[in-house]
């Protein structure tokens, strides 16, 4: 048994390793991409994002059931990883044709087809690190996965920083991705067979594969709606427009998603607290998902506002003029944002509250809508038409997402009220960095910012001091 002081302590350093990840990602990419130049960071993007497109075709959902059935089939843990085991590299080798033939007819002789090579190779590692750690993580250990995670991001650091130095080739820049995931691979394969003592090697049993392809199918189709979705705009700007214009996208791009660390961490003990209430405690269920929603707005609507302001000056600032035209993308995605952070919510409780077919038919839709729109906007409107699709799916998604929960609980719409209020800050906040920000340095306006809509949130009401403390103290434990 599995105490809850344990299961939160490995909770807390686990999401305080993926954050640091996901802040030192965007700091390396940051400087990448001002080393790099539109066309070579569109190159260097458009590699990872084709190749991770069809990394779920490795996995399948495999990854997620493993963790399910390590946690509550201890006895036979070891037959489940290597019968999973065996599966991924039969996947792995189908997925590396298709990719490769894929890469040999759509880029035969564009300079993306050797790096779509190397990077096909890296999603092969880091599908087998991912499955050594689903291992692991089913035993309720996530301490070996978070310093994994970290080394693994400090060695793209420090060998990537020194290399820029020396070379802008992109390909060599990605074999320092290449080179952490092999050392993540290792590792955790060596955390794998010594610590927890399980044997690596090749099992098949036609009734136990015919048995886990059927459990893992939700999972799949959950997980291919979700990379499809995530990645489609990268390849159709790459066929529609060329690498320079995938470049000027990623920058929104990176900037808007590197953000998701703030409902990442927020959300981290949601998904017990929602499941445990649906069970037991109908008004805390409620309670739980009116502040979980609130919060996530409070937080996310000034972000979007702020952004928006100096979005001009933070592209020019982090990655020089020549990316000016990633400015307007940048505007149209982080208008977003709110809806993006609202939705983990959503989602999360939807899974909660056993409602899992409801969130994959929902990314299925999404998927479908975001195809379309990026086929009918990319051509008309260009790099922005990728963004607004981008946008417009993440706001449909919320919709659906929101009337399946409400379709749950019956929740008031005073309930929200105090939404209104974080509008209205912001708009404020919004003027007064719009009128002042060419006076002063963009990152003190940041602070500045943050604090008059704090302020104002206490002035309107919208929001209490005691607010304050239990958004800060959310990050850790929904309560």
């Known amino acids: ?184 691979m290792i590792f955790s394969g060596i955390i794998l067979t010594r610590k927890f003592k399980i044997k690596i090697k090749f099992y098949f049993s036609k009734e136990l594969a015919k048995k886990i392809l059927l459990i893992a199918l939700p999972f799949a189709l959950a997980a291919i709606f979700a990379k499809v979705y995530a990645y489609i705009d990268t390849f159709l700007l790459k066929m529609f427009l060329g690498d320079e214009e995938v470049g000027f996208y990623s920058i929104a791009y990176k900037i808007t998603f590197a953000l998701q660390f703030i409902p990442l961490a927020f959300v981290a003990s949601l998904y017990p607290a929602f499941a445990n209430y649906f069970k037991e405690d109908y008004e805390n269920l409620k309670r739980v998902f009116i502040k979980s929603f609130n919060y996530l707005a409070f937080i996310a609507i000034p972000v979007a506002f702020g952004v928006i302001a100096l979005a001009d000056i933070i592209v020019a600032k982090l990655y020089t003029s020549e990316f000016s035209f990633s400015v307007l993308p940048l505007q149209v995605l982080i208008a977003s944002i709110p809806f993006l952070f609202v939705n983990f919510s959503l989602s999360s409780f939807l899974n909660a509250t056993n409602r899992q077919k409801i969130n994959t038919r929902n990314l299925g839709i999404i998927m479908v809508f975001n195809i379309v729109a990026n086929i009918i906007l990319i051509p008309e409107i260009g790099i922005w038409g990728a963004a607004l699709a981008s946008s417009l799916s993440t706001l449909f998604l919320f919709g659906l997402n929101l009337f399946a929960v409400l379709r749950v609980i019956k929740v008031a719409a005073r309930s929200f009220l105090p939404i209104l209020g974080s509008i209205f800050s912001s708009l404020i906040m919004f003027f007064i960095i719009t009128y002042f920000r060419d006076s002063f340095s963009w990152i003190l306006m940041i602070f500045v910012g943050a604090i008059i809509y704090a302020v104002l949130m206490l002035l309107t009401r919208s929001i209490k001091l005691s607010d304050l403390a239990s958004i800060k103290k959310s990050f850790f434990k929904i309560s």
Not at 146 to 153: A, K, M, N, R, V
């Open 1 to 184: 048994m599995v105490s809850g002081q344990k299961i939160t302590a490995n909770t807390s350093f686990f999401m305080t390793a993926l954050v640091l990840q996901k802040v030192l990602s965007f700091v390396y990419f940051t400087i990448l991409a001002r080393a790099l130049g539109a066309e070579g960071t569109g190159q260097y993007f458009f590699a990872i994002s084709f190749a991770a497109m069809f990394s779920v075709l490795i996995d399948l959902g495999l990854s997620p059931l493993l963790i399910r059935e390590v946690a509550k089939d201890e006895q036979n843990s070891q037959k489940w990883f290597q019968q999973i085991f065996t599966l991924k590299i039969l996947f792995a080798v189908l997925t590396v044709l298709i990719v490769s033939v894929l890469d040999t007819v759509l880029f035969y002789s564009d300079p993306v087809k050797n790096l779509i090579y190397l990077t096909t190779a890296i999603i092969v590692i880091d599908s087998f690190t991912l499955l050594f750690y689903a291992f692991i993580r089913g035993k309720q250990s996530l301490k070996f996965e978070s310093w994994g995670t970290i080394i693994f991001q400090l060695i793209v650091l420090v060998i990537g920083l020194s290399l820029i130095r020396m070379t802008d080739d992109v390909f060599l820049l990605l074999g320092v991705l290449f080179v952490a995931s092999l050392f993540n």
